[in-house]
């Protein structure tokens, strides 16, 4: 089992519909959790970053994370085709390092 | 503030040739990491440097290896180059601490012919 789970994709979008993406990790003990964009050809940008159960809203980004089911999830509310990129979710255990899912990568339709 | 920066931006080496790699980190982090970026895979966990000491190091052989200087920039050295070592190269930096998110440098392009 891969320490961090992300569906590949590509998830597609009309402009203006809500995206929601999805990461699924393995070590219980995770306490910290971070959503990064990576356009192509980029390095990965920090949007989100989370600690607790429940919903963090960022403008049109909604991070949440419940603990129990290992889930995390990021929600881009009113889609633009300048979103389009590939979502890296990020999980840290503790201090050694932060892994890494393998990406989502989103298209938004104009 | 200047950003995590990295050099060269492309680099290509013959197989069997050793490249070196540099980061400089964000002014006042102390944290270094390494990621290994392939063509369309996901990011690989490579090294981690915090206060000029090696912290951890990712499933990689020990061809890869690296330092951190007084001044927290890192080298990352790989030896023995192979084609499949062709990626993206990353660097990272933080402040020290498990709640601490990443600043990405550019990256370097690694081309191994």
């Known amino acids: 089992q891969k320490e961090v789970e992300q569906n590949s994709g590509p998830l597609s979008v009309p402009e203006g519909a809500i995206a929601s993406l999805n990461c699924t990790y393995s070590?219980?003990?995770?306490?910290?959790f971070f959503w990064y964009r990576q356009y192509s050809g980029k390095s990965p940008e920090l949007i989100m970053s989370?600690?607790?159960?429940g919903d963090k809203e960022d403008g049109r980004f909604t991070a949440q994370l419940n603990k129990a089911s290992q889930y995390v999830s990021l929600l881009i509310r009113d889609s633009q085709p300048s979103d389009s990129a590939t979502y890296l979710c990020?999980?840290?255990?503790?201090?050694?390092?932060?892994?890494f899912g393998a990406g989502t990568r989103l298209f938004v339709k104009a | 503030e200047a950003g995590v920066t990295q050099s060269p931006t492309h680099l290509i080496k013959t197989r069997g040739q050793q490249a070196t790699l540099r980061c400089s980190p964000i002014?006042?982090?102390?944290?270094v990491y390494w990621y290994q970026q392939a063509l369309g895979l996901g990011l690989q966990f490579l090294l981690w440097?915090?206060?000029?000491?090696?912290?951890n190091r990712g499933n990689f052989p020990p061809r890869f290896s690296g330092r951190q200087f007084p001044n927290y920039s890192s080298e990352l050295n790989v030896n023995a180059l192979e084609l499949e070592d062709s990626a993206l190269y990353l660097c990272?930096?933080?402040?020290?601490?498990?709640?601490?998110?990443?600043?990405f440098g550019s990256g370097t392009r690694l081309t191994v012919v």
């Open positions: 070590d219980r003990g995770s306490q910290s």
């Open positions: 989370i600690y607790s159960n």
């Open positions: 440097y915090d206060e000029g000491e090696e912290r």
């Open positions: 990272a930096s933080s402040l020290a601490g498990p709640t601490m998110s990443y600043t």
């Open positions: 990020a999980v840290n255990s503790g201090g050694f390092k932060t892994i």
């Open positions: 002014s006042g982090h102390t944290s």
